[in-house]
């Protein structure tokens, strides 16, 4: 599954150019048409380290998540060993899935169809009646593997069997999130909120690349939390960060007395959906952007906390980051039907030298490295 070749057959990009100061943004169809998204699919989400879940949620053998991309479905489970293993989500038999959300299989994962029976890495232990087929060979249906790797205690996915190493190029970005969260492996998942978008999924990544909506759109953000003068948008090969001082006094939401020196803020945006924060106190969220059809995201909101019961101070932060989402979900929403539009060709990014909260430099670069996985230019 190699990057594919520059193709003729995807809409031109007109103006969109390697220097964001020059450059246009992509036109709207890549963001509702359904061979574009076919194509993203394979070479993106097919390609790329996908995330699944928090060690939190694999502790015992047997624990088990499951993620969905697109027509492909992986599950992640604990073995008997204490072993992550990843195994494509279908029986060898006759192909139903086997397993759905998130839980605990015992020792074993058993085929709800006709109870074919796997053990936790995949072999297949037993296929009822298959002793009286000749020549059946249990060796030959064991599960289809796939590469799970972990990044700060997350687990990632990756269906492409030659992809480099999830680690390959983000030391700088685990130094990063381990300064403003030391204890990361050791959380555990306090709360979760899935946001149905009606929005193709680049478009919600855009609106979180840039803060330039956020003095307008989220004034409890802009004048409550976060420093705006200090906001800063840093490119990487492989992901992106965002840093800001917090306000200092908190006012959109209460910080007990020993955190008061914690006043960064940092996210970190992971090639090429997945989102973790650190909100100033060193309140920590995923923001997972995953997408559900053309024109249909899910975002996937996670807060990480030292215990699983929010304290009533750490549901404060949840509530006031529930509240700035809220605030996109019409942005991205009314931006998707806008891209359909004959009237919008393509627009121009606002971009600054001292990457500020205001300049777009983020969105351009997320839009050259889908155009450059796609092909397209
Ligand atoms: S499809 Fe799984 S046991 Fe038949
Ligand atoms: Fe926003």
């Known amino acids: 599954m190699n990057k594919p070749i520059k193709t003729n057959d995807l809409p031109g990009v007109g103006k969109f150019h390697d220097d964001p100061n020059q450059s246009y943004t992509i036109p709207g169809i890549y963001y509702y048409d ?44 604990r073995d008997l060993k204490g072993e992550i293993k990843a195994h494509h989500n279908v029986c060898r038999h006759r192909a139903h899935r086997l397993l759905e959300g998130t839980g605990k299989t015992g020792t074993q994962i058993v085929c709800p169809y006709h109870n074919w029976t796997y053990d936790l890495g995949g072999d297949l232990k037993s296929a009822r009646h298959s002793d009286e087929v000749s020549g059946f060979n249990p060796a030959e249906f064991c599960l ?26 983000l030391d700088e970005l685990e130094w990063e999130i381990r300064e403003l969260s030391p204890d990361i492996d050791n959380l555990k998942r306090a709360n979760c909120r899935q946001i149905p978008l009606n929005a193709n999924w680049k478009n919600s990544v855009e609106n979180y690349s840039e803060c330039y909506h956020c003095p307008n759109q989220h004034p409890g953000l802009a004048n409550g939390s976060l420093d705006m003068g200090s906001y800063q948008i840093t490119v990487h090969e492989k992901f992106q960060s965002h840093s800001s001082h917090g306000v200092g006094d908190q006012t959109a939401y209460s910080k007990s007395s020993e955190l008061e020196g914690e006043r960064e803020f940092g996210s970190w945006l992971l090639w ?35 215990s699983e019961t929010p304290t009533v101070e750490q549901q404060g932060v949840i509530d006031f980051v529930d ?36 300049s777009e430099h983020g969105v351009h670069d997320f839009q050259k490295k889908v155009l450059q996985a796609l092909g397209a230019w």
């Not at 590469?147 to 069997?161: I, K, Y």
């Not at 090429?272 to 909101?301: A, R, S, W």
């Not at 891209?339 to 121009?348: E, K």
């Open 34 to 77: 359904e061979e574009i998204y076919a194509r993203e699919m394979k070479h993106i989400f097919a390609n790329s380290w996908q995330y699944v879940c928090h060690v939190s949620q694999l502790s015992t053998p047997g624990d088990y998540a499951v993620r969905d991309l697109g027509d492909q479905s992986v599950i992640v489970i």
């Open 144 to 169: 289809s593997s796939v590469r799970a790797e972990l990044f700060c205690g997350f687990v990632f996915v990756n269906l492409n069997s030659e992809a480099p190493p999830l680690l390959d190029g």
């Open 272 to 306: 090429p959906n997945f989102v973790l924060e650190v909100y100033p106190g060193g309140y920590m969220n995923v923001f997972h952007h995953l997408p559900d059809g053309p024109e249909k995201t899910i975002q996937i909101c996670e807060w990480y906390f030292p």
């Open 323 to 358: 509240g700035v989402r809220d605030e996109d979900i019409p942005l991205c929403e009314t931006v998707q039907k806008g891209l359909h539009s004959v009237g919008y060709t393509q627009g121009r990014f606002v971009v600054n030298e001292k990457r500020s909260y205001f």
